[in-house]
């Protein structure tokens, strides 16, 4: 049986995050990764309906840590709105069916490999839950460009 | 009882038949009901005196021919009876009596010389005894011609000078005498008699006339014999001219010609009234001297009888119903059969026994008769109609025709009456010879018809006033149209508004008996087999066999002879044959012809082998030669003389006819190259060459022949298609094949080379083998000029084909077709080519003009760079775009340009040409310029799976 301990640290309780899930993908433009860039702004809409009037208390910053990793902050009501580049989604926030939990791996390998089947045995692995994932926000429409002005001629 | 009962129920049927002649029987005799016609010419001779006869003999009306005619038609087997040949002046055309030989003893008047004396008395006398008798006789005389010629003698009462009787019951006891039978089986005898002794007659009888006696003869008389001598004169020029004309043709006929002109000395008075035409001279007066068939007379002149109501007023008199006749004599099954299948010859009647309509007109307008020439369509048409009353208005070919002047003339003949005249006859129009009017001519004729109809409708409506005015306008006298060929495309919309009849050949029997009295009146000797042989000849053309009777008169032959009419060429029409008639007769043998009566039975049947064949010979060579489509002819024999019953097994009657298909071939080519036409007249020795080789006994069955015009257009196509695809070949390659060596050498097998195997899948994944064996294709196909091209079916679906199909060039049909590539890969190798064409023309573009290119390539460089360096096209544009709006409107963007604020790590990296001014680029980055951007996947869902290892997670 592989026993894998799962563990969560004591008294305060894991952090809520929210997942971010995007109908496309992310792409850095000068191919220098989207490690540490920033990504785009993520607002929430005063009341239901799509309205360009944005709270800019709840607004938030979101940066990328590792590709596909976001980062999560305050929930809050209304429509989210992201802004990456010159796109801006409208998305809305849904309930997971089933919550995920962020997990940290400690390891209990020491890093050089060749000895690791004996030190397998010895110190097992382990994971802390960082975070809990109930919701998440799914931006599944097409992008609308933002064109800030529209000069009479281009 | 049965019988007694058929006989009856035929003779009913008789009655109906012949209804309309009887009544036009009894329509001729109410118009002459003090005497038959014969006596009102007997009267105007009272009045007229010989001389005047004799001076306007030439003219042979019926005035002046027939005041002294002791004529005597008698039936052809007494023809060679020198006495009976009558003095040629004394011809009488017109009145010709049908005379029964049981009535002979009756009709025969008394004849004598006082006849001139007291006609007035005698001629009376002869029609009143006949004319008791003459329905009667008329209607077997009716009832027998059709079966046999001689019966149907147009006989005209004899007479003569002696007191005796020429026909008598027994034979007589004193003088020659010859039995004649008729076909009723009675014999009767005929006397003979001198006919010297009729000689001095008239002019003895004329002095007894003229009283006062100055001269010592009668001036008359002299005048007569200075006419006749100089006549005899200027005729013995024309025959020693015409001798020496013929001298070439035949020895034997010129001899007998000779002979001729030696024994009859009075040959010349003849001569005065050759200048008529012996058709126009013999023409028929009157219904009851038409040779056609009775069938067509019969259904025309009821048709023309329809008419009565509404041209006469006359009513029409309703007939039994021939439906309760017939039960009684037919059985049951036969009746079933008549029911169910109507002959054509019903449905005619049927046609005549319509209802008229509205304006008692009967259904069908116009009269459409149709036969070959020389039949007498015209003169059935003009007798029918005078006979019926009207009056002829004819409109022929020689008349202009065109649309115009056709209107007028219809409506001139149909709407006006002739009001000078005496008796203001209705007209009848005749247009002759349709089939070569102009269809606006015939539409004309046919909106006279149909415009008509139309307004009948509206005119039922109309007013009294208008009616009137309109009535005018429609169509209320009969038009018969003539035509030779009924299915000329002109006449097709006729066709069908027209009572159609079609003229059946003439009965030769009946043709050959008045060719016989023909012969008679002009002084020839004809047997019946003579003119059997040539009625035969001509095809029973009436016009061409009396033509020819009188050319060969005119030559001076009076005796005429089986041999002569065959040598003389003249009897044969300048017919067309069709094509067909004459295949058929190339490959079909005559049938075997009975011998003819006047012919020698025994010289005839030796000689009739090879004499045979060298008719046959003659008749197909004279056959060809006027057909004169040797070409048609020539591919209508190769068509077809594969079919025919061969029986040799050697195949060598195929060899030989081959061999005269390529001698004539080659004389064709000959005749076409070097225009040398002379050879043209060896063109017919194909044909009988062929009648030789291939003529059988039973009926050829023989297409046309199309083999030719197929072929034709196969290579016409098979052409098109190499030369289209030489032209475009390469010169480099095209100045190494022909035409000839691409088609028989070179694509059979580039078709093997342009099909390799290839994976039906995307070039990407081929191999570099593959791509290769992809190039070399495509390579050649362009080379010879070949692509794909997409077709669709005509089931819908879509293939690829070879453009120029060269595929069809060297299928041979029946094989197998070739292994074909799949749809996807012609298509492929179609797109294929098609952009590898367009690279090589862009490449010998360049070729051409280099320098541009350079410039060109250093343009394309430049561009690369600048593209390295800028960013992409949409950014760039967003950027001009972001610019451009900055500047203007900065404060409004101001929260975009906070929302920048933090630019603390990526700013730096991004390019370094746009960073200007410090705002702009803030903005940018927002909005424009940002480091990351999001690119939106339609409808895909990428979602990944991943496998993940619990050693992984360990």
């Known amino acids: ?154 | 009882m049965d019988e007694y009962d058929e006989m009856y129920g035929i003779e009913d049927d008789f009655e109906q038949q012949f209804a309309d002649e009887l009544e036009v029987m009894a329509e001729m005799e109410r118009e002459h009901p003090t005497s038959a016609k014969v006596s009102e010419f007997r009267k105007k001779s009272i009045s007229q005196t010989f001389e005047e006869a004799i001076v306007s003999g030439d003219v042979p009306l019926r005035k002046s021919v027939n005041n002294h005619c002791p004529e005597s038609i008698s039936p052809p087997v007494v023809e060679e009876e020198e006495s009976l040949t009558p003095k040629p002046k004394k011809r009488r055309q017109d009145v010709a009596k049908k005379l029964q030989f049981e009535n002979g003893d009756d009709i025969t008047p008394p004849s004598s010389p006082e006849v001139y004396d007291r006609p007035a008395r005698d001629w009376p006398g002869f029609s009143l005894s006949l004319s008791p008798d003459r329905p009667e006789a008329t209607k077997i005389t009716a009832n027998v011609l059709d079966i046999s010629g001689l019966a149907t003698l147009q006989e005209s009462p004899k007479r003569d000078s002696a007191a005796r009787r020429h026909v008598q019951k027994r034979p007589p006891a004193i003088g020659d005498y010859i039995t004649v039978t008729d076909s009723m089986g009675n014999r009767v005898y005929l006397n003979k008699k001198e006919d010297e002794e009729k000689v001095p007659d008239p002019r003895a009888f004329r002095n007894s006339l003229n009283g006062l006696g100055l001269l010592a003869v009668p001036i008359e008389v002299l005048k007569e014999q200075i006419a006749e001598r100089r006549h005899r004169q200027v005729m013995e020029e024309s025959q020693r001219l015409t001798e020496l004309m013929n001298s070439g043709i035949d020895s034997e006929l010129l001899a007998e010609e000779q002979a001729d002109s030696g024994v009859d000395g009075d040959s010349g008075e003849d001569e005065g009234s050759s200048s008529r035409l012996w058709v126009d001279q013999f023409s028929p007066q009157h219904y009851t001297d038409l040779l056609s068939d009775d069938f067509t007379n019969r259904c025309l002149l009821k048709w023309l009888k329809l008419w009565d109501t509404v041209v006469f007023g006359r009513e029409r008199k309703p007939r039994s119903a021939p439906a309760d006749v017939r039960p009684n004599f037919t059985n049951a099954q036969n009746q079933n059969q008549s029911q169910r299948f109507k002959t054509k010859s019903q449905m005619t009647e049927e046609i005549l026994e319509a209802e008229l309509d509205q304006y008692k007109r009967p259904k069908f307008k116009v009269a459409l008769l149709s036969g070959p020439p020389g039949l007498g369509k015209t003169t059935l048409a003009h007798i029918i109609a005078k006979h019926a009353g009207y009056n002829v208005v004819e409109i022929n070919a020689s008349d202009d025709r065109s649309a115009e002047l056709f209107q007028k003339r219809i409506d001139t003949a149909t709407q006006m009456k002739s009001v000078l005249g005496a008796n203001e006859k209705p007209n009848c129009l005749i247009i002759d010879e349709i089939d070569g009017a102009p269809a606006a001519a015939i539409n004309i004729l046919l909106a006279t018809l149909n415009r008509k109809d139309s307004k009948e409708g509206e005119e039922s409506g109309a007013n009294a006033l208008k009616k009137k005015k309109k009535k005018q306008s429609v169509l209320l006298r009969p038009i018969i149209c003539i035509c030779n060929d009924l299915y000329v495309p002109a006449l097709r919309p006729l066709r069908q508004q027209a009572f159609l009849l079609a003229f059946p050949q003439t009965v030769p029997s009946r043709l050959a008996q008045r060719l016989a009295e023909i012969t008679r009146r002009q002084g020839m000797k004809a047997d019946t087999g003579t003119l059997m042989a040539l009625c035969e000849k001509t095809d029973n053309d009436i016009r061409s066999c009396i033509n020819t009777l009188q050319f060969l008169h005119s030559r001076g032959q009076k005796h005429l002879d089986q041999r002569s009419v065959n040598s003389v060429s003249v009897g044969l029409k300048d017919q067309n044959k069709g094509l067909f008639s004459v295949w058929q007769e190339i490959f079909q043998l005559p049938r075997l012809k009975r011998k003819r009566i006047g012919g020698d039975p025994f010289g005839g049947f030796n000689e009739a082998g090879p004499k045979d064949g060298a008719q046959r010979l003659q008749h197909i060579l004279h056959l060809v030669s006027s057909n004169g489509e040797h070409e048609k002819l020539t591919q209508g024999l190769y068509d077809n003389f594969l079919s025919m019953k061969l029986k040799d097994p050697g195949m060598l009657g195929v060899c030989t006819g081959l061999d005269w298909l390529c001698f004539s071939d080659l004389l064709n080519e000959c005749v076409l190259h070097g225009q040398n036409y002379s050879l043209m007249r060896y063109f017919p020795f194909l044909p009988a060459a062929f009648h030789h080789l291939y003529a059988a006994n039973s009926v050829p069955r023989i297409n046309y022949p199309h083999s030719h015009y197929e072929a034709f257009t196969k290579t016409q196509h098979t052409k098109n298609a190499l030369v289209a695809m030489l032209n475009d070949i390469p010169p480099a390659i095209q100045n190494r094949i022909s035409m000839s060596g691409l088609c028989l050498d070179i694509i059979s097998l580039l078709l093997e080379l342009i099909s390799p195997k290839l994976r039906p899948v995307n070039p990407q994944l081929y191999s570099t083998r593959e791509k290769q064996q992809l190039y070399d294709l495509i390579d050649t196909m362009i080379n010879y000029n070949l692509t794909y091209r997409q077709d669709r079916t005509p089931e819908g679906q879509y293939t690829y084909v070879l453009e120029p199909n060269v595929e069809d060039v060297v299928h041979f049909p029946g094989l197998p077709p070739r292994r074909q590539l799949t749809y996807q890969v012609k298509q492929l190798i179609a797109r294929e080519t098609e952009l590898e064409r367009m690279r090589r023309m862009e490449k010998a573009k360049q070729k051409q003009n280099p320098q541009k290119t350079e410039a060109v390539n250093k343009d394309q460089e430049k561009k690369t760079e600048v593209k390295k360096q800028t960013s992409r096209n949409h950014q760039q544009r967003l950027e001009n775009i972001v610019k451009q709006t900055v500047v203007e409107s900065r404060p409004e963007l101001d929260f975009f340009g906070r929302a920048i604020v933090p630019k603390e790590k990526p700013v730096v990296t991004t390019t370094s040409e746009d960073g200007k001014g410090g705002g702009v680029v803030h903005i940018g980055k927002a909005v424009g310029n940002s480091d990351v951007w999001f690119r939106f996947n339609e409808g895909v869902s990428n979602a990944v799976r991943r496998n993940v290892y619990i050693r992984e997670l360990l």
């Open chain 1, 1 to 154: 049986m592989v026993q894998i301990i799962i563990s969560s640290k004591a008294g305060e309780g894991p952090a809520e995050w929210l997942l971010v899930e995007l109908q496309g993908e992310m792409v850095s433009r000068q191919n220098t990764g989207l490690a540490g860039n920033l990504m785009g702004d993520l607002h929430y809409t005063k009341e239901f309906g799509l309205n360009m009037e944005t709270d800019k208390m709840l607004k938030t910053l979101l940066y990328l840590f590792t590709y596909g990793k976001f980062l999560i902050c305050p929930l809050s009501k209304g429509v989210p709105v992201l802004i990456v580049g010159h796109h801006i989604l409208y998305g809305k926030q849904v309930k997971l069916e089933k919550p995920f939990a962020v997990l940290m791996k400690h390891s209990g390998l020491p890093q050089n490999e060749d000895d690791a089947m004996e030190t397998n045995q010895e110190n097992p692995t382990f994971y802390t839950v960082s975070a809990l994932i109930k919701k998440k926000l799914i931006f599944k429409t097409r992008p609308k460009p933002i064109i800030t002005n529209v000069p009479k001629k281009v």
